[in-house]
């Protein structure tokens, strides 16, 4: 992943403390079973602190080097193999057909704020994981010194696009502030972007699986989507991906490279650049969602699609509903030469984002507490997946498969297949317990056997007594 | 306008006091250049206070029956003909004509936020006439009680749902809070409306002139438009919409009925009938954009479009940003038979309304801090509208002829034919006085010779000043 970062991120230090451990796996002098230096030790040894020490082996736990045993400390996994085996790759020709999910996204609207259910289905992190004592305070000393802050209109508030031009440095393409138009979240960019660049019955190719908002915005748009069969490290197959543009005058193409939703891919640095080329080659619009490229586990920032862009030909959407809070909605775009199209499109759509918001989420970001937040998010989510995943291996049935996410909050499910997900929704609805059924996350009906969870949230004994009941449920789901 | 009222409000003491003004007037017991009874005297007379008194004196000021000569008091006015004449209605068979409103709306976007500018341009009205100080104390008493406000999602906060049901009664339609649906502002309500409803290709009537970002959502979503001929007074030719849904198959109308954007009128009830009848005759779906109704000069509430609804065809959309706070960006619609598919459209799109604004809402409707609020509002408005109006006859060449609103704070101004609108505009913009030409108010390039005025302002001599350089800046924009 190093090679993923512009050389302006210096890898942080416990990463390259585990480094070292890991090659001491693959050279052999460290075997499954073995006992590592205790935190102490390596401490001493490496000349960290403890806590550099723990952020090492909790990461190197999270990707499934180490496992830690109860008073007694870390050892070395089980080789790789063994371990809970991830969703297969199955490219399967894309056949139109008619699905109707309207009914399963209403009831997720209707259910999706009961706080009685277990919340394994949206895709926000638990509210406790978010930093909002120090945005009230930044908030609430805004409102004294700003008393008109909802009175006036803002395209756009200038030092937010100013905190948002600096940060893109790392992602390996530096934006200037009049590059970024804010929106109210990164699904309005995409529909905004989308209705910019493309027309009815236009076709827009989309990976498979994918967020279900990125089908549904573009279906109510009447727009015509094709799937384009989507490996779970690799991403999205370019053959396939090619013959499409090829037979179908693809307009644009929805990308997701950083900490996909659901499969939770960082894409290596080459398919990305592949993927650009591609799209340059043809001129299809690439839009990027990059709404959770802030939460890669190894804490270097991966680079953007945009960041290999030499045409002018990929755009950029954004938000920190998943970093910061979902409740502000406040998103960005990098529109690039549809800059203007896109800032009417929100102009006569919501008008504007909300001043207030975008001041409090600026400040924090000048203030440095993002960064320092990130950090926290990025162990704390890795360390969910972790005890989330073997969670599921523990209590779901015997050829269940579990997604290793690099990044983000979500993990992605594939059931044996003679367990309906859709079935299972609706069981574990009845028990109030929220998951998203996979058909959500395909045009054409597929994934029947596949279910989205959200690790994003504190694990606790509810936790674990909910996907035990889930596990149960599967076989009665078929 | 006291039939428009449902019987639930009583028509305000101020207004029962100025009908009795009125009535000697039209007796001939008061005559053209006749002083009326000072405030003191009025109050003793007919025993309100002398605040009511000067309500009823300053509401008859805005209506024209009155005017006010400094140090000396209240006078009858010259007769009606001579007074400052209205916008003229012109039928026009529409031509469908391309027109490229873009460059315009592009300027109006980067112009808008620009302090230096006088603002006659934007549909706001000024910072300084909203309730900042008590919105901001109820927001940081939430912020305190609610930590997490902003980490929840919330697809329609039941306290403002509740808060807007119960206002419904005095629109002369119940709503239940299942009814309501929150958006991110009215435009949002409306595009989401217009996606739920039609298709892109189908064709939607509109007024004319109408709000342009009507025009612009539906050109967003490529559905034709087409603009049916409104009278200054009595709203769009019934006919000509009847005839254009026979030839068109017209799928839904845009109308708004109170305080119209631009011209200012309030439908009297028996044109809104006959409106919401054609409608239902010919099953096109009406959505009624109310945003500026709750700011009836006369005190009353105006009944809604959809007060007359007997079938289900009225979708009404309308919002706090003309009367709480643009800022603010919270909106609602009831959507009828259409409520699950707006919703989930606003789900797949801006996903949902900051939680917190609705709080703030909520609370300060709860309070009755609205209510009063919109009182002195309304009066507010009614005597800048009649002071722009005097500078603009002062300042504006002959022939010049400027709408009576009954309510809101736009004015729509006729140019003499030869003055070019749309030279006018950036002259204007030039000397930093923002306002906005008549074309963007038509789908077809009419309008010319038209501009909107935002009279939404706290009057003063640099309001004064601009409108002055206005006038002259007219003879150079021929």
Redesign the interface.
């Known amino acids: 992943m190093t090679s993923a970062a512009p050389s302006s991120t210096p890898r942080p230090l416990y990463l390259r403390i585990a480094d070292n451990v890991t090659q001491q796996v693959s050279s052999g002098a460290l075997r499954a079973g073995d006992r590592v230096p205790s935190l102490r030790q390596l401490g001493r040894q490496m000349r960290v602190s403890m806590t550099t020490a723990l952020q090492a082996y909790l990461w190197l736990e999270s990707r499934g080097y180490l496992e830690s045993r109860p008073r007694s400390g870390f050892y070395v996994r089980t080789p790789f193999a063994k371990l809970i085996p991830e969703p297969q790759f199955r490219p399967r020709k894309t056949r139109p057909t008619e699905i109707d999910t309207?009914a399963v996204?209403?009831d997720?609207?209707e259910e999706?704020?009961d706080p009685a259910n277990i919340p394994f289905g949206?895709g926000?992190a638990?509210?406790?994981l978010?930093p909002?004592?120090k945005?009230?305070l930044i908030?609430?000393r805004i409102?004294?010194e700003h008393?008109?802050?909802?009175?006036?209109?803002?395209?756009g508030s200038e030092s937010l696009r100013r905190q948002i031009a600096r940060r893109s440095l790392a992602t390996g393409r530096a934006l200037s502030p009049r590059d970024v138009t804010i929106t109210?979240?990164a699904?309005?960019a995409i529909?905004l972007t989308l209705?910019a660049v493309a027309?009815?019955?236009d076709v827009i190719a989309v990976e498979s699986p994918t967020f279900f908002?990125i089908l549904?915005?573009a279906a109510?748009?009447?727009m015509k989507v094709i799937e384009i069969p989507t490996h779970p490290q690799e991403g999205m197959d370019l053959n396939a991906l090619e013959e499409a543009i090829r037979r179908h005058r693809v307009k644009a193409c929805i990308a997701m490279a950083n900490c996909h939703n659901p499969l939770g891919y960082v894409l290596p640095d080459r398919a990305k650049k592949a993927l650009v080329e591609l799209g340059a080659r043809y001129e299809v619009i690439i839009i990027e969602d990059d709404v959770y490229g802030d939460l890669d586990f190894s804490g270097s920032r991966p680079r953007t699609l945009k960041s290999f862009d030499r045409t002018e030909s990929v755009i950029l959407c954004s938000s920190f509903?998943k970093t910061?809070?979902?409740?502000?909605?406040v998103g960005w775009v990098a529109a690039g030469r549809f800059r203007?199209?896109v800032?009417?499109?929100k102009?006569?759509?919501?008008?504007?984002?909300?001043?207030?918001?975008q001041l409090v989420v600026a400040e924090f970001l000048e203030s440095g507490g993002y960064d320092r937040h990130l950090k926290r998010l990025q162990l704390m989510f890795a360390q969910q997946a972790e005890l989330v995943r073997k969670a599921i291996a523990n209590h779901f049935p015997e050829g269940t498969r579990i997604s290793r996410p690099a990044g983000g909050h979500l993990l992605w499910v594939e059931l044996p297949a003679r367990v309906n997900a859709l079935k299972l929704y609706r069981a574990a609805l009845d028990k109030h317990i929220s998951i998203l059924p996979g058909m959500l996350f395909s045009a054409t009906g597929r994934f029947e056997h596949h279910i989205r969870i959200n690790c994003g949230a504190n694990f606790s004994p509810a936790h674990e007594r909910a996907l035990s009941t889930l596990g149960r449920l599967c076989e009665r789901s078929t």
Do not use: M, Q, W
Request: charge should be positive; hydrophobic fraction near 30%; proline fraction near 7%.
């Open positions: 309207d996204l209403s997720i609207i999706a704020s949206l926000s638990s509210p406790e978010f909002s004592r945005l009230n908030l609430r409102v004294r008393p008109d802050h909802s009175a006036r209109y803002d395209f109210s979240g699904l309005e529909n209705r027309s009815p019955g908002g549904g915005t109510s748009l009447k509903s910061l809070s979902p409740g502000y909605r203007d199209a800032a009417r499109l102009f006569l759509t919501t008008v504007a984002t909300p001043s207030l918001s």
